[in-house]
């Protein structure tokens, strides 16, 4: 079946350094959506990517869609503790709207 | 604008006994999804609603797994009867439409002893 998978699995990081996860798909993905879920809270939406080679960005994050469709990335420059929690990527399967979320990157931050 | 709601937000049960969860998804938002999630893992769809429509339940063990949507607004997701292993996080989620970013509810933590 289709796979999303997500590396690194971990990632911890000093305060103020940069953090980057990247999210690989088996197929080609109609759209590709980021979420965010602090411990112990739900996933919230980031954005959404929809284009070949799109990036979009958000304050200190960046966010890529491959030329092929089926990678994407989230960087995240000088990291803040606030940036703390697991971030999962989603990618949507052509031609029906269902989502596969990847199996997401804990990022954690020491001060 | 209120988010989506869950209810219970935690649930302790043992084995072999029922227990549901209810959702109610942002108003105006057509589709209304449910998600099981284990500790240290993505949401895995478990149905997926268009209005009233059950149009993905592919991943819903149906022998013991049960949902509804009747007036295409508030969701009831039941199992009976309950097994060690369905210990995990029940997310509710919505969207306008499927295409569309879901908001996710705080879930329900549901434990079986």
């Known amino acids: 079946g289709q796979q999303v998978m997500q590396i690194p699995q971990y990632q911890h990081v000093q305060e103020g350094e940069d953090f980057t996860t990247y999210c690989n798909s088996s197929?080609?993905?109609?759209?590709i959506q980021w979420y965010k879920q602090r411990p112990g809270g739900h996933p919230v939406f980031l954005i959404q990517?929809?284009?070949?080679?799109e990036v979009k960005k958000q304050k200190r994050l960046t966010f890529q869609f491959g030329e092929a469709k089926k990678n994407s990335s989230l960087h995240i420059t000088a990291t803040q503790t606030t940036d703390v929690g697991t971030y999962f990527c989603?990618?949507?399967?052509?031609?029906?709207?269902?989502?596969?979320f990847g199996t997401g990157t804990r990022l954690q931050v020491f001060p | 604008e209120a988010g989506v709601v869950q209810s219970p937000r935690y649930k302790i049960i043992e084995k072999k006994q029922p227990v549901a969860f209810w959702c109610n998804p942002i108003?105006?938002?057509?589709?209304l999804y449910w998600y099981l999630q284990n500790l240290g893992q993505g949401p895995e769809l478990l149905i997926r609603?268009?209005?009233?429509?059950?149009?993905?339940d592919s991943q819903l063990p149906k022998d013991r797994f049960s949902a509804e949507r009747l007036k295409g607004v508030d969701s009831t997701l039941k199992i009976q009867p309950a097994e060690l292993g369905d210990s995990a996080v029940y997310l509710c989620?919505?969207?306008?439409?499927?295409?569309?970013?879901?908001?996710f509810g705080p879930g329900t933590r549901l434990t079986v002893t």
């Open positions: 989620a919505s969207s306008k439409e499927g295409y569309y970013e879901q908001y």
């Open positions: 197929t080609t993905l109609s759209n």
């Open positions: 990517l929809v284009k070949s080679g």
């Open positions: 989603a990618g949507g399967l052509h031609n029906t709207d269902k989502l596969i």
């Open positions: 108003s105006g938002h057509n589709t």
């Open positions: 609603y268009e209005n009233e429509e059950a149009v993905d």
